[in-house]
């Protein structure tokens, strides 16, 4: 599957934020509520450097 640069873009800040959102009790399970399994597998490693990145610039 292909998948252009703003698509990536896009899923990775919507994944973070809503990483953010949900803190500790994020899991792989939390991430499936709302996002599909192609993209959970996909995007949430770079999904979670992005939502770490951002809480510590936030501190």
Known sequence: ???N?????????EMAAYM???GDNCTRETLL???SQNEV???SG????EA???SQRAA
């Open 1 to 3: 599957m292909k998948i």
């Open 5 to 13: 640069k703003s698509e990536r873009t896009r899923v990775v800040s």
């Open 20 to 22: 953010r959102e949900h």
């Open 33 to 35: 509520l709302q996002f």
């Open 41 to 43: 597998d996909t995007f």
């Open 46 to 49: 770079p999904a979670r450097a």
């Open 52 to 54: 770490n990145s951002l």
